[in-house]
Nanobody
Framework: QVQVVESGGGLVQPGGSLRLSCAAS????????MNWYRQAPGKQRELVAT???????SYSSSVKGRFTISGDSAKNTVYLQMNSLKSEDTAVYYC???????????????WGQGTQVTVSS
């Protein structure tokens, strides 16, 4: 079994900052990537940032330059530092981990439960 747990959400004023954390635990052989997604009310879930196990990162155009994804592959953790937050960043933020399962020779995706981020004055 694999568990993915996010933390760090909350209420912040426009222009403020928040740091989200995500940790994967359990029967993990190899994590290929960890990703942050978000879903605002009435909208589809969208990919925000990706961190590959080798340290490579990528961002959506809507957050590039404001958000930074980092992590520790040895600890199966990833963080999302969010700066210059805007009201349109309000959403539930989800973390997932792409983990290779050798018993079925394929990569499985495990999701966390999500953490609410609200940007409002």
């Amino acid at each position: 079994q694999v568990q993915v747990v996010e933390s760090g959400g909350g209420l912040v004023q426009p222009g403020g900052s928040l740091r989200l954390s995500c940790a994967a635990s359990g029967n993990i052989l190899s994590i290929y990537a960890m990703n942050w997604y978000r879903q605002a009310p009435g909208k589809q879930r969208e990919l925000v940032a990706t961190r590959l196990s080798g340290g490579g990162t990528s961002y959506s155009s809507s957050v590039k330059g404001r958000f930074t994804i980092s992590g520790d592959s040895a600890k199966n953790t990833v963080y999302l530092q969010m700066n210059s937050l805007k009201s349109e960043d309000t959403a539930v933020y989800y973390c997932n981990a792409a983990i290779f399962d050798p018993t079925i020779a394929t990569t499985q995706i495990y999701w966390g439960q999500g953490t609410q981020v609200t940007v409002s004055s």
